[in-house]
T-cell receptor
Framework: KAGVTQTPRYLIKTRGQQVTLSCSPI?????VSWYQQTPGQGLQFLFE???????NKGNFPGRFSGRQFSNSRSEMNVSTLELGDSALYLC????????????FGDGTRLSIL | DQQVKQNSPSLSVQEGRISILNCDYT??????FLWYKKYPAEGPTFLIS?????DKNEDGRFTVFLNKSAKHLSLHIVPSQPGDSAVYFC?????????????FGKGTHLIIQP
């Protein structure tokens, strides 16, 4: 059974640009969550999607947004990139929103120059 | 305010001995706890979990203990093996099944020495 797939694995952008990251959950999983991992803050919850609807959102500015498609695949978008957005962005999936554990992909490493 | 704390950034243990990783939490609403293991350049991998109605859960070499009154949990790995060298994250969720996502500690880097 294929795991959570995130693309691209690495990305380099400059300040002010925008970026879109993609996540394909485990087959049959309908809940997708996004996390940001930085050395200083650790893993922080960004948002969760289920049935194409955002269920919850963490404490991040509106520049961070996402969506989910009918096949449960999800994308997250960051606009007007800042140096502080450099991080590992992780996607996790589970069958339902209340199901634990969540299963993580290998992440997208975003570097802002 | 950090709701899940792993106070040891790193831990070095000899191969074959017991590794004990600790985690403290402040939010008494947390009712489900998980441990994840992370290798460099990979995503976190689920290891073991425990519900707040239990005080112990075992899976092979891994045992998690929960002390609700102290708001403390620990992960025991015995015997420790070289492949256990990784960063271990403690995580917690609330009764809504993680309505605010999983809350993670900042991790403990476990180093198993031969």
């Amino acid at each position: 059974k294929a795991g959570v797939t995130q693309t691209p694995r690495y990305l380099i952008k400059t300040r002010g640009q925008q970026v879109t990251l993609s996540c394909s959950p485990i087959s049959g999983h309908r809940s997708v969550s996004w996390y940001q991992q930085t050395p200083g803050q650790g893993l922080q919850f960004l948002f969760e999607y289920f049935s194409e609807t955002q269920r919850n959102k963490g404490n991040f500015p509106g520049r961070f947004s996402g969506r989910q498609f009918s096949n449960s695949r999800s994308e997250m978008n960051v606009s007007t990139l800042e140096l502080g957005d450099s991080a590992l962005y992780l996607c996790a999936s589970s069958p339902q929103p209340s199901n634990q554990p969540q299963h993580f992909g290998d992440g997208t490493r975003l570097s802002i120059l | 305010d950090q709701q899940v704390k792993q106070n040891s950034p790193s831990l070095s243990v000899q191969e074959g001995r017991i590794s004990i990783l600790n985690c403290d939490y402040t939010n008494s609403m947390f009712d489900y706890f998980l441990w994840y293991k992370k290798y460099p350049a990979e995503g976190p991998t689920f290891l073991i979990s425990i519900s707040s109605i239990k005080d112990k859960n075992e899976d092979g070499r891994f045992t998690v203990f929960l002390n609700k009154s102290a708001k403390h949990l620990s992960l025991h790995i015995v015997p420790s093996q070289p492949g256990d060298s990784a960063v271990y994250f403690c995580a917690a969720s609330d009764p809504g099944g993680g309505a605010d996502g999983l809350t993670f500690g900042k991790g403990t880097h476990l180093i198993i020495q031969p």
